[in-house]
């Protein structure tokens, strides 16, 4: 018998917001390159010097500043409405996600924490900041959640974790290294599967 596997189309247009280097842009980028469901047509920082603007040039992705206040009066939901996006991924982006964008966005704007949350999340925990914490909490392990954007920091509903081993020995550094590297694996993949969902 002939079976035919009808593959559900996701037809997504998706929108990063990032205000670092943007390596997890990218790997995210690169993962869907050549899958023509899913069309990142723009990045977005609050960061005119982020280096996720030369990544974003070499992939030929356009990419935008916007201060705190666009954020917050709607020039950027303005911008992604014209540009018809559908989901918003937040690899990196230190602000708050404000009132109009999470209205406008219910449960299509997912975050990446770089720890396991519920420790070390809130105001102040990003980049370094968690991993030394996480050092000098003398944490056995540490890892990454994704989850989705409510209006507190890192509360959101949580969609995925994943662990790594904290040794005695380890720096800030070394933990930094291994929660990247389960970035990079993840990230896209679950990403993937909830667009699938969606
Ligand atoms: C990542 O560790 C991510 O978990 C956190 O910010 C970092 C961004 O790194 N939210 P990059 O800009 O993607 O290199």
Known sequence: MLCIKIRKKMNKNVAILASGSGSNA????????????????LIVSNKFDAYVHERAKKL?????????MDFEDGKVLELLKEEQIDF???????????ENLLRAYPDKI???????????????MYGSHVHEAVVAAKEKESGITIHY????????????QAKCEVLPTDTP???????????????????EKILSEQ
């Open 26 to 41: 990218e790997n995210i980028i690169q993962y869907f390159a050549g899958n023509d469901d899913i069309d990142f047509r």
């Open 60 to 68: 030929g992705i356009p990419s935008y500043t916007f201060s705190r």
């Open 88 to 98: 918003i991924i937040l690899a990196g982006f230190l602000l708050k996600v404000p």
């Open 110 to 124: 997912v975050n990446i924490h770089p720890a396991l949350l519920p420790k070390f999340g809130g105001k102040g």
């Open 149 to 160: 954007v409510n209006e507190n920091y890192d509360e959101g509903q949580i969609i995925f």
């Open 173 to 191: 550094d070394d933990v930094a290294e291994k929660v990247h590297a389960l970035e990079y694996e993840f990230f896209p993949k679950v990403i």
